[in-house]
């Protein structure tokens, strides 16, 4: 059974950092080919993509908002896939969540919610202007 624990959320203000955790259950990170994602919703607004990578080979990706400012790690022994946020703006405020895929994840789908079969139970960012 597959289960994904995320942490790391809080308040802080515009320009601050937070590192956000994902730890991972039900398979290892070291194989079978999962694609970690993480997700934010904002009040009002539908969940979107943010980061992936693919525990294959370790390819990254970002949405164009987050690029430069946020990135996406893991780390084997620990099972767990981090987020690192930085510089952070008050439209990043949102609950994010990490969700994982199984192996065979086509690329082009990586956005798509519907290919990520088990998804944590969310993290609050909170970033004051």
């Known amino acids: 059974q597959v289960q994904l624990v995320e942490s790391g959320g809080g308040l802080v203000q515009a320009g601050g950092s937070l590192r956000l955790s994902c730890v991972v259950s039900?398979?290892?990170?070291?194989?079978?080919?999962?694609?970690i994602g993480w997700f934010r919703q904002a009040p009002g607004k539908e969940r979107e993509g943010v980061s992936c990578i693919s525990t294959s080979d370790g390819t990254t990706y970002y949405t164009d908002s987050v690029k430069a400012r946020f990135i996406i790690s893991r780390d084997n022994a620990k099972n767990t896939v981090y987020l690192q946020m930085n510089d952070l703006k008050p439209e990043d405020t949102a609950v994010y969540y990490c969700?994982?895929?199984?192996?065979?994840?086509?690329?082009?789908?990586?956005?798509?919610?519907?290919?990520?079969?088990?998804w944590g139970q969310g993290t609050q960012v909170t970033v004051s202007s």
């Open positions: 969700a994982a895929a199984p192996p065979g994840l086509v690329i082009a789908t990586m956005w798509i919610q519907e290919v990520y079969d088990d």
């Open positions: 039900g398979f290892t990170l070291t194989g079978g080919g999962y694609t």
